[in-house]
């Protein structure tokens, strides 16, 4: 298997950073945020950077705005200060932000370009979510348009805009479609990847700077992989 390469305070790749908010590119061995494996979270590895870099004396704030799946890789905001936090965890419920990702399957959807629709919902137990056509006890509408981007050997490269922001949804709703994403056991693929990730990258993100207002347009580079660069 692979070495799954986690970011340290000293190789984060840093997408856009100022005095209210940090974007960092997450890597497939990063957790978002503590959980029950006890690893260190990306959001402990951006405080040792920010508190290293400008010299700051005890305890960082930071803030943790949204999270993406462990193996997924790309874009993850993270907010320094509260003003700025409150402010981007409201544009996110509210799906104020364009999220677009980047994910590989191997067998082509029926549809060059499609919206799916389904309902899903979400198993604790195993940490899955499963989609539904029609609506059933407990589930939420999810939604998002796909395109084929590219037909690579032996895959095809989706290009994804979420409308909304539910658990597993990309990899529920392909795997729902019979495309499942490339890596993704959980959800019907038949083999893992060397690095325990997946096929699955959060590429750009849209959103108005919560303090200056601007809009601010993030692209977040593709993970060091052969597949990943032959798109």
């Given at each position: 298997?692979?070495?799954?390469?986690?970011?340290t305070k000293n190789n984060l790749q840093m997408l856009h950073e100022d005095n209210h908010i940090i974007v960092v590119n997450k890597r497939v061995g990063d957790?978002?945020?503590?959980?029950?494996?006890?690893?260190?979270?990306?959001?402990?590895?951006?405080?040792?950077?920010?508190?290293?870099?400008?010299?700051?004396?005890?305890?960082?704030?930071?803030?943790?705005?949204?999270?993406?799946?462990?193996?997924?890789?790309?874009?993850?905001?993270?907010?320094?200060?509260?003003?700025?936090?409150?402010?981007?965890?409201?544009?996110?419920?509210?799906?104020?932000?364009?999220?677009?990702?980047?994910?590989?399957?191997?067998?082509?959807?029926?549809?060059?370009?499609?919206?799916?629709?389904?309902?899903?919902?979400?198993?604790?137990?195993?940490?899955?979510?499963?989609?539904?056509?029609?609506?059933?006890?407990?589930s939420k509408l999810a939604s998002l348009d796909y395109k084929i981007i590219k037909e690579l050997n032996n895959y095809f490269a989706l290009e994804i805009n979420?409308?909304?922001?539910?658990?597993?949804?990309?990899?529920?709703?392909?795997?729902?479609?019979?495309?499942?994403?490339?890596?993704?056991?959980?959800?019907?693929?038949?083999?893992?990847?060397?690095?325990?990730?997946?096929?699955?990258?959060?590429?750009?993100?849209?959103?108005?700077?919560?303090?200056?207002?601007?809009?601010?347009?993030?692209?977040?580079?593709?993970?060091?992989?052969?597949?990943?660069?032959?798109?």
């Amino acid at each position: 298997m692979a070495e799954k390469i986690v970011s340290t305070k000293n190789n984060l790749q840093m997408l856009h950073e100022d005095n209210h908010i940090i974007v960092v590119n997450k890597r497939v061995g990063d957790i978002v945020q503590g959980d029950k494996t006890g690893d260190k979270p990306l959001s402990e590895v951006v405080k040792e950077y920010i508190k290293d870099k400008y010299n700051k004396p005890g305890e960082v704030f930071l803030g943790v705005v949204h999270r993406l799946d462990r193996p997924t890789t790309g874009i993850v905001v993270f907010a320094r200060t509260s003003k700025a936090l409150t402010r981007l965890n409201e544009m996110f419920s509210n799906r104020e932000t364009q999220k677009t990702y980047w994910a590989v399957v191997k067998k082509k959807p029926a549809k060059s370009e499609d919206k799916l629709i389904h309902y899903l919902k979400r198993n604790e137990k195993n940490n899955t979510s499963k989609a539904h056509l029609k609506e059933v006890p407990e589930s939420k509408l999810a939604s998002l348009d796909y395109k084929i981007i590219k037909e690579l050997n032996n895959y095809f490269a989706l290009e994804i805009n979420l409308h909304t922001g539910r658990h597993h949804q990309i990899r529920a709703q392909l795997s729902a479609i019979g495309s499942p994403i490339k890596g993704d056991l959980k959800y019907g693929f038949d083999r893992s990847n060397p690095d325990g990730g997946i096929h699955l990258h959060a590429r750009k993100l849209v959103f108005t700077h919560p303090v200056t207002k601007e809009k601010i347009e993030i692209v977040a580079p593709i993970p060091e992989d052969v597949i990943w660069k032959s798109i």
